[in-house]
């Protein structure tokens, strides 16, 4: 089967990519779970902290349940915080409680490429979903559709890297805004904030290794059907 060819190697070495990432955060995480802040505020009360201290009065702090589930709703204005960072009074936790904070003030500040992300969530779902099925047809078929086919799949394929790409910066800049708050604010010691750092680093670096991971499946989705997008 072609999907055993020698390209499929590009597929290996993102999934590795991917596993160490995730390991490495696992294990920061750990870490910093066990350091307690000095000043004993839990993942809601620091997040509360953080979004007065930017202006923010219609965002709810919730809990949910789970774990890494961490996350900003734009649409309800809900910041949802996990089992490990809700009630902790952890340095991993604050940093984490911060970072989605982060996101609430990229949503209320108009943050551009947080909006262009939110536009392109449908064309990442449709593409990610649509591009395989139809480079699968048009590798079966014989005729003028197959090269159409096989382009139409690599465009929709191209359209969901181009999400994890502007993911990036938004994940980057709400790390950047949590950090500087942190600071500004007082809420954590010098040795603190740069702990906090070390945990927001490791968990962008799953962003960059996912981004890394898409990208090598497009070059391998270029490279599988290169003969057959020329012949039509
Ligand atoms: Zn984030």
């Known amino acids: 089967m072609f999907y055993y ?104 500040v108009g943050y551009a490429p947080l909006q262009i992300r939110g536009a392109l969530v449908p064309v990442a779902n449709f593409g ?30 191209s359209g969901a890297v181009l999400f994890q790409i502007v993911t990036l910066p938004v994940e980057f800049n709400a790390s950047g805004r949590a950090v500087r708050t942190l600071e500004s604010s007082g809420m954590l010691y010098e040795d603190e904030v740069k702990q906090t750092k070390e945990v927001l680093g490791a968990a962008a670096l799953t962003y960059v290794a996912s981004t890394a991971s898409m990208i090598l499946q497009l070059l391998r989705l270029i490279l599988i059907t290169g003969g057959r997008r020329r012949n039509d």
């Open 5 to 108: 060819d020698r390209t499929y190697i590009l597929v290996l070495i993102g999934v590795v990519l991917c596993m160490l990432a995730s390991n490495r955060v696992n294990r920061v995480f750990q870490k910093y779970d066990r350091v307690r802040s000095h000043t004993g505020m839990t993942g809601r009360e620091a997040a509360e902290r953080i979004l007065r201290a930017n202006g923010i009065y219609d965002v709810q702090v919730q809990h949910v349940s789970g774990k890494l589930t961490d996350h900003y709703d734009p649409r309800n204005k809900v910041l949802r915080l996990s089992d490990a960072t809700y009630a902790s009074s952890s340095v991993a936790a604050i940093g984490v409680a911060a970072h989605e904070c982060g996101h609430a003030v990229q949503h209320a």
């Open 128 to 157: 990610s979903t649509l591009a395989w099925p139809l480079i699968l047809i048009g590798l079966f078929m014989n005729n003028q559709t197959a090269g159409l086919l096989i382009n139409a799949g690599i465009l929709l394929f």
